[in-house]
C-alpha cells in the first residue's frame, strides 16, 4: 500500500511567504526613486511611467538590459551584496546617455536557489541607490526561488531600463567626421566587465578577497574589486541639453576600446587614441603585471580608465570640456576622428602601467 504525502511548496523549496516579507521590507528603498512619471510603487502586476508627466513632447524610447557578469561571485563570497545592485543600474543607463536617453525607469530580476531577505534587501538597497544616481524610477521587478538550479547562497541578477530622448535629439549623429575630437570621462574601477579573466589571475596569484588589496591596501581585495561601476547620466545630461556639439558617446565595457568606440563611427573615419593620455587606474597596472596581460588584451577587456569617450565638433570641444569641468569631471583629451578606408581605432603611444 503507497503511503499517501502531503507536500507544500515550501517543502519542495520555495517559500512564497519569505519572498512577501522581503518585497515588504525593500518598499521604502523603492519610494526612494521617486521622480515625475513614476511614482515607484511596486506590487502590482505591472509598473507604470506617464510620459507626458516627464516633460517629453515627441520622444523615442530608448532600452537596455545588462548584468554584472561574474562580478556578483565576488560579492556572494565576500558577503558584501549593498554595491552590485549599483552596477546593475549603471551597466543599462550607461547604455542609454549614449543614445542621448534620458532613463526613466528601471526593473530587475534577482533569481536563487534559497531566497534569502537580507541579501536580496542588501542588493535592492544598491540598485535603488543606483536608481537614485541615475534619476530613474525602479517600478518593478522579480525575485525566482529555483532549487535545484542555483547552489547555495548563489544568485544571479540582470537588469532592464528605458529612456527617452526627444526625437531630433538621437545619438549617435550622422556628421562625424575626421577633426572631431575624443574626449574621455575616467572610470571608477574595472566596472563590470572582465571579471572571469580578474578572478583567474587572484586564483593564480593565491590572494584571499579579504587581503588587502594590492593596488588599494587600504581596503581589502574583495572590496576594492567591488567599487561600483560609475554611472554617468547626471554628468552629461545637462551637457547634452546646452551643447549640440556632441556628435556622439560610447560607453567603454566588454570589448574595451576597439569593439565599443566604432558602434558610434560611421563609414570611412577611425577613432585614433592617445594612449598616453589615459589615467591607467592602479588596478589596472597590477591586473597587467600579475597576470602577464598585454597592452592589446587590457585594451579589448578593460576600460582601462576611461569609461566613458565623447565625440565632439572641435570648435565646440573647449566649452563641452569646460563644462564637464563645472560638472566636478576631470575631461581627458583623448584623441580625434581621422579619415581612414578600413582601421576603426587606432592607438598611438603606449599605457603609462
Request: with cysteine; glycine share 14%; hydrophobic share 50%.
Amino acid at each position: 500500500m503507497t503511503k499517501k504525502i502531503n507536500l507544500t511548496y515550501a517543502d519542495a523549496g520555495v517559500d512564497i511567504d519569505a519572498g512577501n516579507a522581503m518585497v515588504e521590507t525593500i518598499k521604502p528603498l523603492v519610494r526612494a526613486t521617486r521622480r515625475p512619471g513614476a511614482d515607484a510603487e511596486i506590487g502590482g502586476f505591472g509598473g507604470l511611467f506617464d510620459l507626458k508627466a516627464a516633460g517629453f513632447n515627441d520622444p523615442i524610447l530608448v532600452a537596455a538590459n545588462d548584468g554584472v557578469g561574474t562580478k556578483v561571485r565576488i560579492a556572494i563570497e565576500t558577503g558584501i551584496h549593498d554595491t552590485i545592485g549599483v552596477d546593475l543600474v549603471a551597466m543599462c543607463v550607461n547604455d542609454l546617455i549614449v543614445q542621448g536617453a534620458e532613463p526613466l525607469f528601471f526593473l530587475d530580476y534577482y533569481a536563487s536557489g534559497k531566497l534569502d531577505g537580507g541579501v536580496a534587501a542588501a542588493v535592492v538597497k544598491g540598485i535603488a541607490r543606483g536608481c537614485v544616481e541615475a534619476g530613474a524610477a525602479l517600478i518593478g521587478g522579480e525575485t525566482a526561488e529555483m532549487p535545484g538550479l542555483y547552489a547555495g547562497a548563489d544568485y544571479d541578477l540582470a537588469g532592464f531600463s528605458v529612456g527617452a530622448v526627444e526625437r531630433g535629439k538621437l545619438l549617435p549623429r550622422g556628421d562625424v567626421k575626421a577633426g572631431d575630437l575624443l574626449i574621455g570621462l575616467r572610470s571608477s574601477g574595472a566596472h563590470s566587465n572582465g571579471f572571469s579573466l580578474i578572478r583567474k589571475i587572484i586564483a593564480a596569484s593565491g590572494l584571499s578577497f579579504s587581503a588587502p588589496a594590492p593596488f588599494a591596501p587600504e581596503k581589502s581585495l574583495g572590496e576594492a574589486l567591488l567599487t561600483p561601476t560609475r554611472i554617468y547620466v547626471k554628468t552629461i545630461l545637462p551637457v547634452l541639453a546646452a551643447h549640440s556639439g556632441v556628435k556622439a558617446l560610447a560607453h567603454i565595457t566588454g570589448g574595451g576600446f576597439p569593439d565599443n568606440i566604432p558602434r558610434v563611427l560611421p563609414p570611412g573615419v577611425c577613432a585614433e587614441i592617445d594612449l598616453a593620455a589615459i589615467p591607467v587606474l592602479p588596478v589596472f597596472a597590477w591586473l597587467s603585471s600579475a597576470g602577464g596581460v598585454s597592452e592589446a588584451e587590457l585594451l579589448r577587456t578593460f576600460n582601462c580608465g576611461v569609461g566613458m569617450v565623447l565625440v565632439a565638433a572641435a570648435a565646440e570641444a573647449e566649452a563641452i570640456v569646460a563644462a564637464l569641468r563645472a560638472a566636478g569631471d576631470e575631461p581627458i583629451a583623448l584623441g580625434r576622428i581621422i579619415e581612414a578606408s578600413g582601421e576603426r581605432v587606432a592607438f598611438t603611444g603606449r599605457l603609462a602601467l
